[in-house]
């Protein structure tokens, strides 16, 4: 069936940079898309990061450039590099992972993936 186990997250100044873990267990990213989850300032679920599991980039940037996932030199761990943290960032971040192309788009944008695998999240904090 498989697993992902996020970890990682913790209390951190605005300004400063965090980098999150997502271990797969039983499973591969190799031909999985994976993409970060969070819950926005307005308490509803938000696409933090996403990569594709097709394999054609290692790393993708979101955020305005302060987040940047990326695949690890193993198969089964990704990355989640956040820099320039800001007090919205505080949340809980979950991972989440599904056969590649098995939602589009604007599934994973509008987090309408229930069947993906999802980790049990790890709390961001970050104060002013």
């Known amino acids: 069936e498989g697993q992902l186990t996020d970890s990682g997250g913790d209390w951190v100044q605005a300004g400063g940079s965090l980098t999150l873990s997502c271990t797969a267990s039983g499973f591969t990213f190799v031909d999985h898309d994976m993409g970060w989850y969070r819950q926005g300032s307005d308490g509803k679920c938000e696409l933090a990061a996403f990569?594709?599991?097709?394999?054609?980039?290692r790393s993708t940037q979101s955020m305005n450039g302060r987040f940047t996932a990326s695949r690890g030199d193993g198969a089964n761990t990704v990355y989640l590099r956040m820099t320039d943290l800001r007090p919205n960032d505080t949340s809980v971040y979950v991972c989440?992972?599904?056969?590649?192309?098995?939602?589009?788009?604007?599934?994973?944008?509008?987090?309408?993936?229930?069947?993906?695998?999802r980790g049990q999240g790890t709390q961001v904090t970050v104060s002013s």
């Open positions: 990569l594709r599991g097709d394999g054609r980039a």
């Open positions: 989440a992972a599904a056969p590649t192309g098995y939602y589009k788009d604007f599934e994973w944008q509008y987090c309408s993936t229930s069947a993906a695998k």
